[in-house]
């Protein structure tokens, strides 16, 4: 990289933009990329100085900040250029994060057919299929041949997002089956579609969320996939690329939203300084409020602590292990969720592995809390003449908080997608904050069972 580097410098201080294009065209787009990330003041050159076939290629894998700001230094001709050649999904996508002006203005560079292509696309909800999908793909009839659909892709196949699957529509445009390209390679000239469709074509609805789409490709394996509206006419088809695009942005989102933060939407060093606090700052005011309700528990069993000083030195202890416990598995029910392991309906499975592994779990820690209070007994007087019933309450105070933590942090997502929030926001922060404060309760509960009259 550091070799590429040095040569475009030397490129750009010769400021011969000949030997720029043609080494730029000579590099992976991958590389070009890397450039722009590496010399961003230089990426509207290097996108001005690429063949367009390679700068759009370049173009549609940059992230939408570096985007918007190539485009606001092209010159307006290399602009309609670079927008008409864009695929329609790559130019919807780009469109949907633009301001509105700036929409308004790049799509008068389109032709009047693309123009109304993108308008349409742009019709849909936000975060729908139909924002995926691109209307070009190669579609046949069933009654064609095999030689009749070839001519066919010679024909029309250049202008396709991909010709890995051919699309069977009847006169009507509705969508009767799908055929895998080798299929139709493998057999002979004169077999009819017909013949070779199966009926088990899997399709998406234009208004599905993207979500959804995810899971579908990757139950089904496949590289693209045909998007048709309610009378399952066929709209366009939605490519794996987009699909890992939108798979990358759901993980990022749901990886911060389980940090407690909101979902910064952009990389993390060219989001505004101001908006990152702003993003951060209410969930850790929530949290804050949520803590103060410690103080308060803590409070409550103020003369428990001023009787048995020895309980406050385990109070860091306990809540650390519920809060551990409860983060654990939050963030394993989430990560099921999204990948469609866990749903709804399967909540009573779900808190009865989490009653019995909290328990398991919970035990675990309390046998090795009450074996260091032991262990420590032989050495210090630390812990009084009474240190069995001190190691007997940490033990089952552990236990106790450890099964709330677990059962509270696989619950927590459930509940929310049942409300119809996002499961990622029971994140792992706030499922701490809630086992802390319960956990003080469960703790000084069980102090009271077995040190009343004693300590107590």
């Known amino acids: 990289m550091e070799e590429m580097v040095e040569q475009i410098e030397l490129l750009l201080e010769q400021d011969d933009k000949n030997q720029l294009q043609e080494y730029l065209n000579n590099l992976n787009i991958s590389d070009v990329e890397s450039l722009i990330d590496e010399l961003p003041e230089h990426g509207a050159k290097f996108i001005e100085t690429l063949n367009i076939n390679r700068a759009v290629n370049v173009f549609r894998i940059l992230d939408f900040p570096t985007q918007e700001r190539i485009i606001k230094k092209l010159p307006g001709n290399k602009i309609a250029e670079l927008i008409n050649e864009l695929p329609p999904d790559d130019r919807t996508s780009l469109f949907a994060e633009l301001h509105g002006d700036a929409v308004k203005t790049l799509i008068l560079h389109l032709s009047p057919a693309d123009r109304k292509e993108a308008l349409s696309l742009l019709g849909y909800e936000e975060d729908s299929v139909g924002r995926l999908m691109t209307p070009d793909y190669v579609a046949v009839r069933k009654s064609w041949d095999v030689n009749r659909v070839l001519s ?77 509206d309610a009378e399952n006419i066929l709209l366009g088809i939605v490519t794996v690329d987009d699909i890992l695009w939108i798979a990358n942005e759901e993980y990022t989102e749901d990886i911060q939203k389980i940090g407690g933060t909101e979902a910064l939407d952009e990389p993390y060093l060219d989001i505004n300084l101001f908006r990152l606090v702003k993003k951060r700052v209410g969930w850790l005011v929530i949290l804050f409020l949520g803590e103060m309700l410690t103080a308060t528990a803590m409070g409550f ?156």
């Not at 069977?168 to 077999?191: A, F, K, N, Q, Y």
């Not at 809060?323 to 009573?348: K, Y």
């Not at 677990?406 to 996002?422: E, F, H, I, V, W």
Request: hydrophobic share 50%; proline share 3%.
């Open 152 to 228: 066919h892709i010679r024909r029309y196949g250049k202008n396709s997002e991909t010709i890995d699957v051919i699309y069977v529509i009847d006169s009507g445009g509705v969508l009767l089956d799908d055929i895998r390209i080798r299929d139709i390679l493998l057999v002979d000239p004169e077999t009819k579609v017909s013949e070779l469709m199966d009926g088990r074509s899997i399709s998406l609805s234009a208004n599905d969320p993207q979500e959804e789409a995810i899971n579908v490709f990757r139950m089904n394996n496949r590289t693209a996939l045909p998007v048709v």
């Open 301 to 456: 069993f103020e003369h428990s602590i001023e009787k048995a000083v020895v309980l406050a030195l385990f109070i860091p202890l306990i809540i650390s292990s519920g809060g551990n416990s409860g983060s654990q598995a939050s963030t394993l029910i989430i990560q099921a969720m999204a990948l469609g392991e866990v749903t709804i309906a399967d909540w009573w499975r779900v808190m009865r592995r989490e009653i019995i592994s909290g328990l398991m779990l919970g035990a675990t820690l309390g046998i090795i809390g009450f074996l260091r209070i032991g262990a420590f007994t032989l050495f210090s007087t630390m812990y009084g003449p009474h240190w069995v019933l001190v190691g007997l309450t940490i033990c089952f105070s552990l236990i106790g908080v450890v099964l709330w933590g677990s059962l509270a942090g696989s619950m927590l997502p459930l509940l929310l997608k049942k409300l119809g929030a996002d499961p990622a926001t029971s994140s792992a922060p706030f499922v701490a904050t809630l086992v802390d404060v319960t956990g003080l309760i469960i703790y000084f509960s069980v102090a009271l069972m077995f040190m009343k009259g004693v300590l107590l």
